[in-house]
């Protein structure tokens, strides 16, 4: 196994700045900035640290995500929406609906994760593509819960509004959500569960002769990072107002990982910096005649250059820069920062 | 020389009847009676393969025996998983470091505490783990680790991983210890430390240990078992063992008239 730490490498002062932007960004940037861009910034980097999580503590690169993030937003299309030609039509107050669906959308991931937290490296990908597979062809084929048209005029609850007419408000929502999973996920790492997690990340055998129950652990932070992926599946809901299974297609499930990946694999930061620049590139690049058909070939190209310039994605790049200007304030000193960063750097955890 | 400890006729601490391990068409150990008294430091010779890593995960339960019973403190753990052994009073060291790479000093032996505790799966941090930090860095400080404990483990050299691999198999306060070859790849000056540090562990501990160096094997134990093809050969005091023809033939390098060929 790798011999990578998740750090933090934003230091507080940039936190600080980030956070004030974010904040204000209603005053500086646009209505479509806002209610496009950076909402869905929010809420995708939101799904991709549910993956960078499980990928950075507890070694497991998993491409479920996606599919049960997309089993959240059916929740909430299927028991909100009323008069729709598919789905359940259950027309519950949307408030109600939110803890059913991160209810649902837990106990698939339990299940999940208990099917596939014996299998590790590219048996538990393959496994989780599997499940991400399964989702999409489930929600296109069951006509009683979507079908391919999927289910149109999601309501968001009342003090969200219509988004159309109000985007701050989601966005702020989205925003404040984003911070709160950030500080959870951070918190988390420093508790027993998420310690034993690391542990399990870096040696299953050594934790299970100290008396660790290893498969029981992976399960149970593949739950919680279901649990993670599902709020930004309801964000979703809410933001796009219509669901169906191409919203959780293998595209889609590609992209995410391409977010998490552009951002770092072993940084949350990196989720939302990943997210933004997808988003940026997907929105501006379909502008652009020459590029606008061929905009995954931009993010594969993209995708490419970053992972050659730094295996660790932006947030590595970040990291790196960060060391080069110590180095430059301190000239005397030999430049011996580099032996921390393990070899293990160099190899996303598969 | 450590004087022996071993109370004779004392209840062997560990006792092994018949213990075999086959893997396909090899049998890695085989037929290995052992019996392990309270206190005492034995320690386990023979050339490269010749099944003394098998027999301690036998022990330790990482794997299963496929033959014979291996009793611990008078029960019977065949069946029991490393895990449950761990918590019964055996601790372990790994040949190659087994350690959390991406944790501090202080993290891996956080969890190699927390690990015989209740409470694996807590969310929330509670006064009850500034106790276990508070022996985490106890242990790293018997280790000579002290000001290592922020240290990322990845990052530090292979002796001081080596020292830490001794202070996690000290951290569920095992009675029994099984060290694998806790001097391989050290300088001549770390082994010295590290005998050291062996001879300092506290004497109600028993020890059992696997070392191809002799000066440290032979200066740490009380005991000496030599296994050649998964067999035990022969047993006795080091310096019965010193004197031994066979030995010298199998393990020394020495050629002796008369001695038997290697059994093919």
């Known amino acids: 196994m790798s011999a990578r730490r998740p750090t933090a490498s934003l230091d507080r002062g940039t936190a600080a700045v980030l956070v004030a932007i974010a904040i204000l960004a209603p005053l500086i940037f646009n209505t479509y900035w806002i209610g496009t861009l950076l909402t869905q910034m929010l809420f995708l980097g939101i799904v991709a640290a549910s993956l960078i999580f499980l990928s950075a503590y507890g070694g497991m690169v998993s491409l479920a995500q996606v599919a049960l993030y997309g089993i959240a937003g059916f929740a909430i299309g299927n028991l909100t929406t009323n008069g729709n030609t598919k789905g359940l039509n259950l027309g519950w107050t949307p408030l109600a609906a939110i803890p059913v669906a991160l209810a649902i959308t837990i106990g698939l991931g339990l299940l999940f994760g208990a099917l596939s937290s014996r299998s590790v490296g590219i048996y538990f990908l393959m496994i989780t593509l599997t499940f991400s597979v399964i989702a999409n062809l489930f929600f296109g084929q069951v006509t009683s819960l979507s079908g391919f048209g999927g289910i149109s005029g999601i309501p968001a609850p009342g003090f969200i509004g219509n988004v159309d007419h109000h985007p701050d408000r989601l966005y702020y929502l989205a925003l404040v959500l984003a911070l709160l999973v950030y500080a959870l996920l951070r918190y988390i790492a420093r508790t027993p569960f998420g310690l034993t997690l690391q542990g399990i990340r870096d040696d299953p055998v050594r934790m299970s002769s100290l008396g660790y129950n290893v498969t029981l652990h992976r399960t149970l932070a593949f739950g919680f990072a279901s649990f993670i992926a599902a709020i930004g599946g309801v964000l979703f809901a809410y933001w796009n107002g219509h669901i169906d299974p191409a919203t959780i297609g293998l595209g889609a499930t590609i992209d995410v990982l391409v977010v998490a990946v552009i951002g770092g694999l072993s940084r949350l930061e990196g989720a939302w910096l990943g997210a933004l620049v997808f988003v940026l590139i997907n929105n501006y690049a379909q502008r652009i005649g020459f590029v606008s058909d061929r905009f995954h070939t931009l993010i594969g190209v993209v995708f490419l250059v970053i992972v050659l310039l730094s295996p660790d994605g932006l947030m590595g790049l970040w990291g790196r820069l960060g060391d080069l200007r110590r180095r430059g304030e301190r000239p005397g000193q030999a430049p011996t920062g580099g032996s921390e960063r393990g070899s293990g750097e160099l190899e996303p955890t598969v | ?264």
């Open chain 2, 1 to 264: 020389m450590t004087e022996n400890a071993v109370t004779p006729g004392a209840a062997p601490i560990l006792r092994l009847r018949g213990v075999g391990r086959r893997f396909g068409g090899l049998d890695a150990v085989s037929d290995v009676d052992l019996d392990v008294g309270p206190g005492e430091r034995r320690a386990i010779l023979g050339p490269n393969g010749a099944g003394k890593t098998t027999l301690f995960n036998v022990i330790s339960g990482d794997m299963p025996a496929t033959a014979g019973t291996i009793e611990f403190l008078g029960e019977d753990v065949g069946q029991i998983p490393a895990s449950g052994r761990s918590k019964r009073g055996m601790g372990r060291t790994y040949q190659k470091s087994r350690l959390f790479l991406g944790l501090s000093v202080e993290d891996n032996l956080y969890l190699a505490v927390l690990g015989n505790q209740t409470g694996h799966l807590r969310p929330f941090r509670r006064s009850r783990d500034g106790d276990i930090r508070e022996r985490a860095r106890e242990l790293a400080g018997a280790v000579g680790l002290q000001g290592k404990c922020d240290a990322l483990v990845g990052s530090m050299s292979h002796g001081e991983q080596r020292q830490l691999e001794v202070a996690m198999a000290r951290a569920g306060d095992p009675k029994l210890m099984l060290l694998d070859e806790p001097a391989s790849g050290l300088s001549r000056g770390e082994r010295v430390a590290l005998t050291d540090l062996l001879l300092e562990l506290d004497p109600s501990i028993t020890l059992i240990l696997i070392e191809h160096d002799m000066d440290v094997a032979l200066r740490v134990a009380n005991r000496v078992t030599m296994m050649h093809d998964g067999r035990k050969i022969v047993e006795g005091t080091p310096d019965e063992i010193r004197a031994n023809d066979l030995v010298h033939e199998l393990y020394l390098g020495g050629r002796v008239a008369g001695a038997e060929e290697d059994g093919a």
